[in-house]
């Protein structure tokens, strides 16, 4: 906490008349996998676990400008059915704290992945300033509420899936981060995504004149439930437990499901869509 600390005491002055530089975040979709391999069918879904990564870079090999909003799409094949998760199966909005800034305290019968997320911080004014902050990313199952937009820097969004966001160990991080972010599953012409904000307090900017940048993401998410179902047996209808999941696949086309990122920059400007290895540009304005 020290050094980002001293970070923000930093100001202009120290570096005298400031110049601006023009460069580029860079943004690659590493990870984007769907497993079990076999798909299922419109009639017979398959619940599956989706494998996702991404990287945010900078073209001077600086620190990333601040990303402050994520859609990731996972493509017409992959359906989401949070509504098949009830009771203990899911964190509710005060569970998860976004109002109090509590911790989350979510069921450990809610969680639904898990992953890291590797960041760095450093003075807003100084891009060369890079200070590793590796956070434990755990995905819970929300309870579909909507969460207040005064918890969400005025974005209102359902409580979908809940970002667990945890410093897991002292010296991962300067930065003693225990949050969560909300995620709502929305529907969009590549299908099926998830999308979020992240938060300006305590993520974005941690203290003071300090940013923080992520650079990169690797995610699991996948969860089942047992869910009563009429089904025909013979010519009798009865009801029996039916495995669903969180994420179903109805099909594959061209063998692959077109997992998607888009990223939003900090500053506005137009947002950035990343394939699986395709590395996009956005050209921004950062001092130094």
Do not use: W
């Not at 005298?16 to 391999?37: L, M």
């Not at 309870?143 to 005064?150: L, R, S, Y």
């Not at 039916?242 to 109805?250: A, C, K, N, P």
């Not at 692959?256 to 990343?274: E, Q």
């Amino acid at each position: 906490m020290r050094k980002i600390t001293m970070l923000a005491l930093a100001t202009v002055a120290v570096f005298g008349v400031v110049a601006v530089a023009q460069a580029s975040n860079t943004y690659t979709v590493t990870v984007a996998t769907v497993a079990p391999k076999k798909a299922g069918t419109t009639k017979k879904p398959k619940p599956v676990t989706i494998n996702f990564g991404y990287q945010v870079g900078e073209t001077n090999n600086n620190r990333p400008s601040v990303t402050t909003d994520y859609e990731i799409a996972f493509g017409k094949q992959i359906k989401s059915n949070r509504k098949y998760f009830k009771g203990s199966k899911v964190c509710t909005v005060a569970q998860a704290g976004y109002s109090s800034g509590a911790a989350p305290a979510c069921p450990a019968t809610a969680k639904a992945g898990q992953g890291t997320i590797n960041n760095l911080a450093g003075n807003a004014t100084d891009p060369t300033s890079k200070i590793p902050c590796n956070l434990g990313l755990t995905l819970y199952v929300g309870d579909g509420k909507t969460v207040p937009a005064a918890a969400n820097d005025g974005i209102a969004v359902k409580n979908d899936l809940v970002l667990a966001i945890k410093r897991v160990n002292l010296n991962d991080c300067a930065l003693n981060v225990d949050a969560a972010l909300p995620a709502g599953f929305i529907t969009t012409a590549n299908g099926t995504a998830l999308k979020f904000h992240v938060k300006k307090s305590p993520f974005q900017q941690p203290l003071p004149g300090v940013d923080n940048s992520v650079v990169n993401v690797t995610s699991s998410v996948g969860k089942t439930t047992k869910v009563p179902t009429k089904v025909k047996v013979g010519k009798r209808t009865v009801t029996k437990q039916v495995t669903r999941g969180l994420f179903e696949s109805i099909g594959c086309k061209s063998k692959a499901h077109a997992v998607n990122v888009t990223f939003t920059p900090s500053g506005g400007g137009a947002s950035v869509k990343a394939f699986k290895g395709r590395t996009r540009t956005r050209q921004h304005t950062k001092k130094k």
